[in-house]
């Protein structure tokens, strides 16, 4: 028969203990972090286990979030102002202990104990008060890596959850975007006319789900229809809503009264600049063409100049005033009202057209679009549109739209 000295049994049952007290501090751990306790909860029951169950009394634990921030500061009075975890800290990668370091306050902590996930450095506890202590079997020194596996998982989880917010907001910027988007699609007309008095079409190709950028056709009575096109400062929702909003305007105010453009374009001003509290603004082009007098009255308001072309000759529709919502009342406004020949071409357009750059960096530029619209002249006018994109694709080569690209185009027989 063989005996077990006493000795050996203390060791044997020494550590059934130890590997009882690690497994049952990660699934405390665990459950803790799986039952979604607040943080402060889960930093208790970690602070317990270092402090009170491995005799730690001088510890820091930094975590990275946008930026280095202490989740949990144990034995150390006042802030931590010397210790820079970028220029100091973020070059270990593996347990380290502090032998010697240049920088004075670091010489005040004996072990880094990093935490990386995926290769990136997620946390960071630095351990002191350790060198007083004996490196026996229970000692902190000889559990450092238990002790990095349980900053692990807390860290870890934090993470998981962060990211998991982001995803979340993600997701509901997302609903957003197509909700905005649909609702967008809306703004533009499903039908323009296409008779053997005029001719119009327009494409549109939008940088992103939801832009600013909009035109429309209002057909006003039997003689008479309004053109118009215009262009939100900005991107994103805010300027899909701030345009949503000022075609809704535009429309009930030719629905339901008759104003002329000066006063119109007064309204939508002081309109822009309280939706947008001077934030952002509109440039925008509005046209009345009366087909019996064969007049256009016109005003734009800071937007690219439309151009007006025949066969022999192009102007630019340029009187007008300073974009809608820059200020609270417009410095100046002026109309414009000219004949218009037969056969004779109007050109509306965003400045994602003109502003179109080349590998080169060169921009588009309104004389290669007057260019194709008079090489292309005989077409029609959908068929002049997808000319026009056809072209500006070949000019970008590479490079990708920077900016909501808009063209209506508008056939005077």
């Known amino acids: 028969m063989t005996y077990i000295s006493e000795k050996i049994l203390l060791e044997l049952e020494q550590k059934i203990d130890d590997k009882d007290f690690k497994l049952n501090s990660l699934l405390e751990i665990t459950n803790s972090i799986n039952s979604s306790k607040p943080l402060s909860e889960v930093l208790t029951i970690y602070h317990f286990i270092l402090k009170e169950q491995l005799g730690l009394k001088k510890f820091i634990l930094f975590n990275k979030e946008e930026d280095w921030k202490i989740l949990l500061k144990v034995g150390i009075k006042g802030s931590i102002k010397e210790l820079d975890i970028e220029n100091d800290i973020l070059k270990f990668k593996e347990i380290t202990v502090i032998e010697s370091s240049y920088k004075m306050y670091l010489n005040e902590f004996d072990v880094i104990v990093p935490v990386l996930h995926n290769g990136k450095c997620l946390a960071y506890l630095i351990l002191g008060g350790l060198q007083e202590m004996k490196a026996t079997e229970g000692s902190p020194l000889a559990n450092l890596n238990f002790i990095q596996t349980l900053t692990n998982l807390i860290v870890v989880a934090l993470e998981n959850k962060r990211l998991f917010q982001e995803n979340l907001k993600q997701e509901v910027v997302k609903k957003e975007l197509e909700v905005a988007s649909e609702m967008q699609k809306l703004l533009f007309p499903n039908n323009l006319p296409h008779t053997n008095k005029l001719d ?55 629905k339901y009264q008759r104003f002329d453009l000066e006063f119109l374009i007064n309204e939508l001003n002081k309109k822009v600049y309280k939706n947008a509290n001077g934030e952002k603004f509109i440039t ?130």
């Open 200 to 254: 119009i079409s327009a494409k549109y190709l939008p940088h992103n789900k939801v832009s600013g950028d909009y035109y429309d056709y209002i057909q006003i009575n039997e003689d008479e229809f309004i053109i118009c096109i215009a262009d939100v400062s900005g991107k994103g929702i805010s300027a899909a809503m701030l345009m949503a909003n000022f075609q809704a305007t535009l429309r009930t105010v030719f």
């Open 284 to 413: 925008f082009f509005i046209g009345q063409y009366h087909t019996k007098k064969r007049t256009l009255k016109y005003v734009n308001a800071g937007h690219n100049w439309p151009i007006l072309i025949n066969k022999k000759e192009q102007r630019f529709l340029n009187k007008g005033t300073i974009g809608l919502g820059m200020l609270p009342e417009l410095p100046f406004l002026e109309s414009e009202e000219i004949d218009i020949s037969p056969n004779t071409t109007l050109l509306l357009y965003t400045d994602g057209v003109v502003e179109l750059e080349s590998e080169n960096e060169e921009q588009f530029e309104t004389d290669r679009l007057i260019k194709v619209v008079k090489n292309f002249y005989p077409l029609s006018m959908e068929d002049l549109n997808e000319i026009i994109f056809k072209k500006l694709d070949e000019w970008r080569g590479s490079k990708n739209y920077v900016d909501d690209t808009a063209i209506l185009s508008c056939r005077i027989f």
